[in-house]
Each structure stands twice: as structure tokens, then as C-alpha cells.
């Protein structure tokens, strides 16, 4: 009996490493990606996967499955893949896997018989890959400020699954943290742990003494009053989904660095 056809496009090397687990179950193909674009420890890896696409019964698309755009992120390609046309390779009756940020993908399909499930709803995968979007800006902060985590003042806007677990590794670095909840008992949880806890609104001595903010947060909750307050070389993290917490010109105008990281992990982890 032959195997299902299962094409993943797009997407950070997680995409690939998932294709790869999936290839004993399923014939997979990949799209979204460039060899010469990829660290040299992955290219034998896409090398041994299919690349002639054709029509598939069930379509992997990234955790963050659309840009502004329409297109499917893809970091390591020279140009992204339209998600409409994606849409297209699927099979009548085929399934489609999504993370967040799918409402391309679902108007792609409309009027056609494909079911949608979308994955990051669940928590326990939730959960997980909050760990790899939680190491991967720690890597960002130490290289922008390029000083150590260990002794820096680090503030955690939000406290979700990558917040909570964001607070934990920077705490466990050597930062003094400060995060911030909305919720009283996530207040208590952050106090548990040893951090700082604030509500949403930060006061202007934190904003001030704050070497790195991470947002978490996918609303805009810093003002311009509240940028005026921050510390000249700071640097401000946005890992949110749009439109993120800080207006990135106003930002900058205050003297931080604005770092665009939705979507982490894109990169090399290892």
C-alpha cells in the first residue's frame, strides 16, 4: 500500500527536522527552502528529502503559518511561497496542520472540502515550543547587547507560556527580572519564583533601569511616554505577533534598539 503524500512548506529547521521524522510514515516533500541558505549540518538532511511537489494529502505548514502578506514565512529561502498556491497542492479532503496566524490559509481554502487543525491549540505542544522561542531570545538579547544575561536587568512583558518560561531561564542566568501580568494570580506565580512582579503598566524607574525588555504581549502597551523612559542603549525584544508592543520608530527614537524577533526560532539554534 503506498503512502500518503505530505508536503511541509516553509517555515524556521524545525520544518525540516519534522519532515524528516514524518518521512517513515509518509511520502513527504518540502517547499520554502534554499540549500544554499542552510546551515551546512542540515543540507545532507533536505538533500534526502523530495522535492517534486504535486498534489498532497495533508499539508504542514510552519507554527506562524502567514505573514502580512499572504505568504508562508520562510527564512531559509530566497523567496517565500505564496500560501493561496500552497492551498492549491492540497487534495480534496486533505488535511492541513497550522500554528497561529492561519486566516490566509483558511480564505485559500474556502469552498473547497479541506479540514484545518490547527496544532498550536494544543497545550502540550504549546507548552514545548515555547522552549526553543524562549532559548532562542536569550541568544538574540546576548548577541545585540553582546554582554552576558548574568547580572543584566531584564524585563518579561506578558506572562503566557514563552513569558513564564522566558522568565525562568533568565532568572536561572543570573538576571534580575521583573515581569510583568495582568492577572493577580500570575503575579504570585512570578513572585514564587523570585522575579519582580508588575502589573501590564510599568513604573517609570523599571522602564529606566531595564538593560533588555522582551514582549511577549501581541498589543501595543508602551506609549510614548513610556518609551521617553527607557534607558539609552537599552534594547527592546519584540517576539510578539503584530502589531507587537512598541511602536518600532518611537522606540528607537527614545535611544533603544528595536529587535524584530516574532516568529523565533527562524535560525541555527544549535
Not at 494544543?122 to 548577541?143: C, F, H, M, Q, R
Amino acid at each position: 500500500m503506498s503512502k500518503k503524500k505530505l508536503l511541509a512548506a516553509g517555515g524556521d529547521l524545525r520544518m525540516l527536522y519534522a519532515a524528516a521524522e514524518l518521512s517513515d510514515k509518509y511520502d513527504v516533500t518540502v517547499t520554502g527552502f534554499s540549500e544554499d541558505k542552510l546551515p551546512g549540518a542540515v543540507k545532507e538532511l533536505y538533500r534526502q528529502l523530495n522535492k517534486d511537489c504535486g498534489k498532497a494529502d495533508v499539508l504542514l505548514l510552519p507554527p506562524v503559518a502567514s505573514n502580512s502578506k499572504g505568504e508562508i514565512p520562510a527564512p531559509f529561502s530566497e523567496n517565500a511561497p505564496d500560501t493561496a498556491e500552497i492551498i492549491g497542492k492540497v487534495k480534496e479532503g486533505g488535511s492541513v496542520f497550522l500554528g497561529i496566524k492561519g486566516e490566509a490559509a483558511e480564505k485559500a481554502g474556502e469552498g473547497r472540502e479541506l479540514y484545518y487543525y490547527k496544532y498550536m491549540e494544543d497545550e502540550v505542544l504549546a507548552l514545548a515550543n515555547a522552549i526553543p522561542t524562549a532559548e532562542g531570545a536569550i541568544k538574540t538579547a546576548i548577541e545585540e547587547t553582546g554582554s552576558t544575561i548574568w547580572g543584566s536587568r531584564a524585563v518579561v512583558m506578558g506572562f503566557g507560556r514563552t513569558g513564564a518560561v522566558l522568565a525562568d531561564r533568565l532568572l536561572k542566568l543570573g538576571a534580575d527580572v521583573t515581569a510583568a501580568a495582568r492577572k493577580e494570580k500570575d503575579r504570585m506565580r512570578i513572585k514564587a519564583m523570585g522575579a519582580r512582579a508588575s502589573g501590564i503598566k510599568l513604573s517609570p524607574e523599571c522602564l529606566s533601569e531595564a538593560d533588555i525588555i522582551f514582549n511577549t504581549v501581541p498589543a501595543v502597551i508602551f506609549g510614548k511616554e513610556d518609551l521617553r523612559c527607557l534607558k539609552k542603549g537599552s534594547v527592546f525584544i519584540e517576539l510578539a505577533s503584530a502589531p507587537g508592543g512598541a511602536d518600532k520608530k518611537m522606540t528607537e527614537e527614545a535611544g533603544c534598539k528595536y529587535v524584530w524577533a516574532s516568529g523565533l526560532p527562524p535560525c541555527d539554534m544549535g
